[in-house]
Protein backbone atom coordinates (compact mmCIF):
# COMPACT_ATOMS: atom_id res chain seq x y z
CA UNK A 1 0.00 0.00 0.00
CA UNK A 2 1.66 2.92 -1.36
CA UNK A 3 1.50 6.31 0.39
CA UNK A 4 0.67 7.86 -2.76
CA UNK A 5 -2.42 6.82 -4.58
CA UNK A 6 -1.77 6.26 -8.78
CA UNK A 7 -4.06 4.85 -10.93
CA UNK A 8 -3.32 0.92 -11.66
CA UNK A 9 -3.09 1.84 -15.39
CA UNK A 10 -4.28 4.37 -17.86
CA UNK A 11 -4.16 4.36 -21.81
CA UNK A 12 -4.71 6.49 -25.00
CA UNK A 13 -4.15 6.31 -28.73
CA UNK A 14 -1.87 8.01 -30.48
CA UNK A 15 -1.90 12.15 -30.86
CA UNK A 16 -4.20 11.77 -27.52
CA UNK A 17 -3.86 13.59 -24.58
CA UNK A 18 -3.43 11.45 -21.39
CA UNK A 19 -3.67 12.37 -17.67
CA UNK A 20 -2.65 10.32 -14.49
CA UNK A 21 -3.23 11.29 -11.09
CA UNK A 22 -1.51 11.42 -8.06
CA UNK A 23 -3.40 11.26 -4.49
CA UNK A 24 -1.78 12.42 -1.44
CA UNK A 25 -2.32 14.11 2.07
CA UNK A 26 -1.49 17.35 4.03
CA UNK A 27 1.74 15.60 5.13
CA UNK A 28 3.07 15.30 1.90
CA UNK A 29 1.59 16.78 -1.15
CA UNK A 30 -0.21 18.85 0.01
CA UNK A 31 3.19 21.06 2.01
CA UNK A 32 5.33 19.92 -0.71
CA UNK A 33 6.21 19.60 -3.97
CA UNK A 34 5.92 16.85 -6.61
CA UNK A 35 8.19 15.30 -8.75
CA UNK A 36 7.42 12.78 -11.57
CA UNK A 37 9.27 9.83 -13.56
CA UNK A 38 9.18 7.75 -16.16
CA UNK A 39 10.54 4.15 -16.40
CA UNK A 40 10.36 2.47 -19.93
CA UNK A 41 10.50 -1.48 -19.54
CA UNK A 42 13.51 -3.13 -18.37
CA UNK A 43 15.51 0.36 -17.50
CA UNK A 44 16.10 2.54 -14.50
CA UNK A 45 13.45 5.69 -13.87
CA UNK A 46 14.00 8.48 -16.12
CA UNK A 47 13.54 12.48 -14.21
CA UNK A 48 10.26 13.30 -15.80
CA UNK A 49 8.71 16.63 -14.12
CA UNK A 50 9.76 18.58 -10.65
CA UNK A 51 8.63 20.53 -8.31
CA UNK A 52 5.20 20.24 -9.71
CA UNK A 53 5.51 21.53 -12.93
CA UNK A 54 9.00 21.93 -13.85
CA UNK A 55 10.69 20.28 -16.92
CA UNK A 56 14.24 18.87 -16.88
CA UNK A 57 16.07 19.99 -19.91
CA UNK A 58 15.29 17.65 -22.71
CA UNK A 59 11.89 16.56 -21.38
CA UNK A 60 9.66 17.21 -24.24
CA UNK A 61 7.12 19.98 -23.64
CA UNK A 62 4.46 17.34 -24.19
CA UNK A 63 4.68 16.13 -20.60
CA UNK A 64 3.71 18.87 -18.15
CA UNK A 65 2.97 18.77 -14.28
CA UNK A 66 0.14 20.20 -11.86
CA UNK A 67 -1.07 20.40 -8.22
CA UNK A 68 -3.65 21.42 -6.39
CA UNK A 69 -4.37 20.56 -2.48
CA UNK A 70 -3.26 17.38 -1.96
CA UNK A 71 -3.33 15.91 -5.61
CA UNK A 72 -0.83 15.95 -8.36
CA UNK A 73 -1.27 15.08 -12.44
CA UNK A 74 0.54 14.89 -14.87
CA UNK A 75 -0.18 15.16 -18.68
CA UNK A 76 1.00 13.85 -21.94
CA UNK A 77 -0.05 15.23 -24.69
CA UNK A 78 0.57 14.18 -28.21
CA UNK A 79 0.70 10.66 -27.13
CA UNK A 80 3.19 8.70 -28.89
CA UNK A 81 4.25 5.07 -28.52
CA UNK A 82 7.24 5.87 -26.84
CA UNK A 83 5.48 7.27 -24.20
CA UNK A 84 4.29 3.78 -23.05
CA UNK A 85 6.08 3.58 -19.62
CA UNK A 86 5.24 3.11 -16.05
CA UNK A 87 4.47 6.17 -14.54
CA UNK A 88 5.49 7.23 -10.55
CA UNK A 89 4.68 10.01 -8.68
CA UNK A 90 6.97 11.18 -5.36
CA UNK A 91 7.38 13.71 -2.85
CA UNK A 92 8.79 14.18 0.83
CA UNK A 93 6.63 13.34 3.58
CA UNK A 94 6.50 15.75 6.70
CA UNK A 95 5.03 12.97 9.24
CA UNK A 96 6.94 9.75 7.49
CA UNK A 97 10.37 12.14 7.01
CA UNK A 98 11.03 10.32 3.74
CA UNK A 99 10.38 10.06 0.34
CA UNK A 100 7.09 8.38 -0.11
CA UNK A 101 6.03 7.36 -4.05
CA UNK A 102 3.05 6.39 -5.44
CA UNK A 103 2.52 2.77 -6.53
CA UNK A 104 3.19 3.38 -10.25
CA UNK A 105 0.74 4.08 -13.52
CA UNK A 106 1.60 1.73 -16.43
CA UNK A 107 0.24 3.55 -19.53
CA UNK A 108 -0.72 1.90 -22.52
CA UNK A 109 -0.89 3.46 -26.18
CA UNK A 110 -3.41 1.76 -28.12
CA UNK B 1 28.10 14.35 -17.94
CA UNK B 2 27.93 12.13 -14.55
CA UNK B 3 26.98 9.25 -14.94
CA UNK B 4 26.27 6.26 -11.93
CA UNK B 5 26.99 2.52 -11.41
CA UNK B 6 25.85 0.05 -8.93
CA UNK B 7 27.93 -2.75 -7.93
CA UNK B 8 27.90 -5.80 -5.61
CA UNK B 9 26.55 -9.06 -4.20
CA UNK B 10 23.78 -10.17 -6.30
CA UNK B 11 23.23 -13.06 -3.85
CA UNK B 12 22.26 -12.41 -0.36
CA UNK B 13 21.88 -15.59 2.08
CA UNK B 14 19.01 -15.11 4.96
CA UNK B 15 20.03 -12.99 8.12
CA UNK B 16 23.31 -11.56 5.79
CA UNK B 17 23.90 -8.13 5.04
CA UNK B 18 23.43 -6.89 1.63
CA UNK B 19 26.50 -4.73 0.90
CA UNK B 20 26.52 -2.38 -2.75
CA UNK B 21 28.50 0.23 -3.66
CA UNK B 22 27.60 3.44 -6.05
CA UNK B 23 30.47 4.54 -8.24
CA UNK B 24 30.29 8.40 -9.68
CA UNK B 25 32.12 9.01 -12.84
CA UNK B 26 31.77 12.27 -14.55
CA UNK B 27 32.55 14.43 -11.25
CA UNK B 28 32.74 14.63 -7.44
CA UNK B 29 30.93 12.84 -5.28
CA UNK B 30 32.19 16.07 -3.08
CA UNK B 31 31.10 18.92 -5.37
CA UNK B 32 27.81 20.70 -5.66
CA UNK B 33 26.36 20.32 -2.33
CA UNK B 34 24.10 17.00 -3.28
CA UNK B 35 22.16 14.50 -2.16
CA UNK B 36 23.13 10.84 -2.87
CA UNK B 37 20.38 8.24 -2.93
CA UNK B 38 19.26 4.86 -2.75
CA UNK B 39 15.90 3.14 -3.98
CA UNK B 40 14.86 0.14 -4.41
CA UNK B 41 12.04 -2.02 -6.45
CA UNK B 42 11.15 -5.48 -5.64
CA UNK B 43 10.40 -7.52 -8.67
CA UNK B 44 7.27 -6.07 -10.53
CA UNK B 45 6.48 -3.60 -7.77
CA UNK B 46 6.66 -0.26 -7.29
CA UNK B 47 10.02 2.30 -6.24
CA UNK B 48 10.93 2.62 -2.82
CA UNK B 49 13.24 4.67 -1.18
CA UNK B 50 15.66 3.71 1.23
CA UNK B 51 17.62 7.14 1.94
CA UNK B 52 20.23 9.48 1.32
CA UNK B 53 23.61 10.85 2.77
CA UNK B 54 24.27 14.65 1.78
CA UNK B 55 27.17 15.92 0.69
CA UNK B 56 28.13 17.00 4.04
CA UNK B 57 27.93 13.83 5.28
CA UNK B 58 24.66 13.52 7.02
CA UNK B 59 22.21 10.98 6.61
CA UNK B 60 18.35 10.78 6.30
CA UNK B 61 16.97 7.21 6.25
CA UNK B 62 13.55 5.75 5.48
CA UNK B 63 12.13 5.21 9.15
CA UNK B 64 10.78 2.13 8.21
CA UNK B 65 14.54 0.35 7.55
CA UNK B 66 16.47 2.75 9.53
CA UNK B 67 17.43 0.08 11.63
CA UNK B 68 19.42 -1.70 9.38
CA UNK B 69 20.49 0.74 7.00
CA UNK B 70 24.05 2.48 7.14
CA UNK B 71 24.71 4.93 4.05
CA UNK B 72 28.10 5.94 3.79
CA UNK B 73 30.70 7.82 1.25
CA UNK B 74 33.96 7.38 0.23
CA UNK B 75 35.32 10.58 -1.53
CA UNK B 76 38.74 9.38 -2.04
CA UNK B 77 36.89 6.65 -4.79
CA UNK B 78 34.32 9.03 -5.52
CA UNK B 79 31.55 6.59 -4.41
CA UNK B 80 28.92 5.74 -1.60
CA UNK B 81 28.07 2.69 -0.28
CA UNK B 82 24.70 0.96 1.18
CA UNK B 83 24.55 -1.41 3.47
CA UNK B 84 21.45 -3.67 5.20
CA UNK B 85 21.99 -5.73 7.56
CA UNK B 86 19.60 -8.52 8.47
CA UNK B 87 17.81 -9.39 5.07
CA UNK B 88 14.85 -11.27 4.08
CA UNK B 89 13.52 -12.46 1.13
CA UNK B 90 11.35 -9.25 1.41
CA UNK B 91 14.37 -7.25 0.93
CA UNK B 92 14.66 -8.76 -2.86
CA UNK B 93 14.82 -6.23 -5.19
CA UNK B 94 16.33 -4.23 -8.36
CA UNK B 95 18.50 -1.58 -6.06
CA UNK B 96 19.55 2.08 -7.60
CA UNK B 97 21.84 4.55 -6.45
CA UNK B 98 20.71 8.06 -7.38
CA UNK B 99 22.06 11.88 -7.55
CA UNK B 100 19.79 14.58 -5.90
CA UNK B 101 18.50 17.04 -8.40
CA UNK B 102 19.90 20.49 -7.33
CA UNK B 103 20.31 21.02 -3.26
CA UNK B 104 16.77 18.71 -3.24
CA UNK B 105 16.71 15.58 -1.33
CA UNK B 106 13.48 14.17 -2.82
CA UNK B 107 14.13 14.84 -6.46
CA UNK B 108 16.42 12.34 -8.35
CA UNK B 109 17.84 13.33 -12.14
CA UNK B 110 20.71 11.27 -12.51
CA UNK B 111 20.27 7.34 -11.86
CA UNK B 112 22.54 3.89 -12.01
CA UNK B 113 21.11 1.63 -14.04
CA UNK B 114 20.20 -0.66 -11.39
CA UNK B 115 21.75 -4.17 -10.04
CA UNK B 116 19.65 -6.94 -8.75
CA UNK B 117 19.75 -8.13 -5.35
CA UNK B 118 18.63 -11.83 -4.31
CA UNK B 119 18.20 -12.90 -1.21
CA UNK B 120 17.99 -16.40 -1.05
CA UNK B 121 19.60 -19.55 1.30
Known amino acids: QSVLTQPPSASGTPGQRVTISCSGS????????VNWYQQLPGTAPKFLIY???QRPSGVPDRFSGSKSGTSGSLAISGLQSEDEADYYC???????????FGGGTKLTVL | QLQLQESGSGLVKPSQTLSLTCAVS??????????WSWIRQPPGKGLEWIGY???????YYNPSLKSRVTISVDRSKNQFSLKLSSVTAADTAVYYC?????????????WGQGTMVTVSS
Open chain 2, 98 to 110: AKGFSSSVDAFDI
Open chain 2, 26 to 35: GGSISSGGYS
Open chain 2, 53 to 59: IYDSGST
Open chain 1, 26 to 33: SSNIGTNT
Open chain 1, 51 to 53: SNN
Open chain 1, 90 to 100: AAWDDSLNGVV
